[in-house]
């Protein structure tokens, strides 16, 4: 079974609660601090929970080489050196403070996915109130130890991992002391096309884990995060830029400021409409009830006179007997007089004659 509800930074997150849409700024900022508060600004006008960053050097992910293993070939990345990505694609840690004092300023939670355990350590000095483990560091079990021991919730992207791989995060998370824990379905592809998203995993991650499901999107639009919803995702993670005709190391796949308030608005549309399961009527429908079909008398009707298919019909409105009592009704004589447009009622209809066997 899913976990039970859970709150970062006083918001509850889990089946319960409409879903948490967390902004990723990621390199968006493309190196100007400035953007980079514009973008939280945006966030939060379009109605993001939070906005999360990533907190890594190019020197503590990977070592400047230019050999063909460091090098990236296809995709938005073709040609880059994995060195030259990363420190083109950092945010500077010198503006984290200033970032998540915007945050507090414009009411969104402000976190990180940290990559190594400096990052964890700095992080902690911050006072962050999450750690996100990305997809690609989900087998680094002793980052996931200490993000967990922090106490604070943990978000785990699952991109590239098997179940066994998930399973042993999981177990290194909880070991460590982790309490509160959301798995994302992810696929770790930049774009990733809509029939390759999956989303029906969301659930299945969520039952076989016992951690609150979610969804880290990189799809183009926003389809398949409300998919996502639709299927049990609480947490919906998703890419935000100023404009994609800007540019960055993240833009072609990337929302922009109106996109991600539709977002906001159909994953939290999606979630209100789940309700729950019932036959019972809605407020909505109640006076619709008077236009199903039931049975009227469509020519007048004397005393004594056979009800049959000329006189008696199934219509709207809905008033009359309903139309399942016809085939027991014909044949039957009228108990009075009725004119053209009665709505049928069981002392309309003369009681039946008993048979005589004297």
Avoid at 279 to 300: C, I, P, Q
Wanted: net charge negative.
């Amino acid at each position: 079974m899913p976990a039970e509800s859970f709150a970062l930074a006083g918001r509850p997150i889990g089946p319960g609660h409409p879903p948490y849409l967390l902004a990723e700024l990621s390199g968006n900022h493309n190196g100007d601090i400035n953007r980079a508060f514009a973008i939280l600004e945006a966030a939060a006008a379009a109605g993001a929970d939070a906005v999360k960053l990533q907190t890594y050097t190019a020197d503590t992910l990977t070592i400047d080489h230019d050999g063909p293993e460091f090098r990236i070939e296809g995709g938005p990345w073709d040609g880059y050196t994995l060195y030259q990505l990363y420190e083109e694609a950092h945010t500077p840690w010198d503006w984290h403070k200033s970032l998540f004092e915007k945050g507090r300023e414009l009411g969104l939670a402000v976190f990180s996915t940290p990559f190594d355990k400096t990052a964890v350590d700095f992080l902690e000095d911050l006072n962050a109130p999450a750690y996100k483990i990305a997809s690609f560091e989900i087998l680094d079990l002793p980052l996931i130890e200490r993000c967990a021991a922090t106490g604070k919730p943990l978000i785990m992207s699952t991109g590239l991992a098997n179940s066994r791989e998930i399973g042993e995060a999981v177990a290194a998370a909880r070991g460590a002391g982790c309490r509160d824990l959301v798995l994302l379905h992810c696929v770790s592809g930049y774009p990733t096309e809509p029939g390759d998203a999956n989303v029906r995993t969301v659930p299945h991650l969520g039952q076989t884990f016992d951690a609150i499901p979610g969804l880290s999107d990189h799809t183009r639009g926003i389809a398949v995060s409300v998919a996502a919803v639709a299927l049990g995702a609480c947490f919906i993670e998703k890419h935000l830029t100023l404009n994609r005709a800007d540019g960055g190391p993240d833009a072609g796949f990337s929302l922009e400021p109106n996109e991600f308030a539709d977002l906001v608005r159909s994953c939290r549309t999606a979630w209100d409409a789940l309700g729950r399961v019932t036959d019972e009527r809605t407020e909505s429908e109640r006076g619709n009830a008077a236009f199903r079909r039931s049975l009227y008398v469509v020519a007048d009707v004397a005393a004594g006179d056979t009800f049959s298919e000329d006189n008696l019909r199934s219509i709207r409105p809905g008033h009359g007997l309903a139309p399942k009592h016809m085939p027991d009704i014909l044949g039957r004589r009228a108990a009075r007089s009725l004119p053209r447009g009665t709505a049928l009622d069981w002392d309309m209809i003369a009681p039946e004659a008993k048979e005589n066997h004297g």
